[in-house]
């Protein structure tokens, strides 16, 4: 398990507080275009699992992860890595993994046997904070080498199917 690392000077990475819900949803609505999780991210977050940073000059929450129970049918513990957001203004801040390394660490603390997060493919800067910290691709569906071998390539990384799990039971955290 890496470090939680330190954002840059005039950053704080701190868990969530009921106040910071304008700020977090004006955040991630720079990322997503649906409504924020906010309310429901506070309600399922695993005990100091939502984690926040915080640009310290202007009070704005600036980059989220939260560690929460969501469970699915393919992953019924639920332990999972959930709405990681980094507003594109601060990018380079270190803020994106400090906030996603906490909320692994919380995970990896918690979890019983494994933990699990899902993106969209296309989401390329999220992806490399994830495997720089160990999460892993999970080769479950025929269509998994081919897509996970296309992000591999534009993030400039080496792929090999072998090296990756097909099952929850074999991703552990």
Do not use: C
């Amino acid at each position: 398990m890496p470090e939680v690392p330190r954002p840059a000077a005039g950053y704080s990475l701190r868990n969530a507080r009921p106040e910071d819900r304008h700020s977090y949803s004006q955040t991630f609505q720079t990322a997503f275009d649906e409504p924020s999780p906010f309310a429901d991210l506070m309600r399922k977050t695993l005990p100091g699992g939502f984690f926040v940073v915080e640009h310290k000059p202007t009070g704005t929450i600036v980059a989220a992860s939260t560690a929460a129970s969501y469970p699915k049918a393919q992953h019924p513990e639920g332990y999972s890595l959930q709405w990681v957001v980094a507003h594109s203004d601060h990018l380079g801040t270190g803020s994106g993994r400090a906030a996603t390394a906490a909320a692994t660490q919380v995970l990896a603390d918690s979890a019983p046997a494994y933990s699990y997060l899902s993106t969209d493919d296309f989401r390329l800067p999220a992806i490399n904070i994830y495997l720089k910290l160990g999460w892993q691709p999970l080769l479950f569906q025929d269509d998994q080498t081919a897509r996970w071998s296309e992000v591999f390539e534009k993030l400039g990384m080496w792929f090999d199917e072998k090296e990756w799990p097909t099952t929850p039971q074999e991703a552990g955290v």
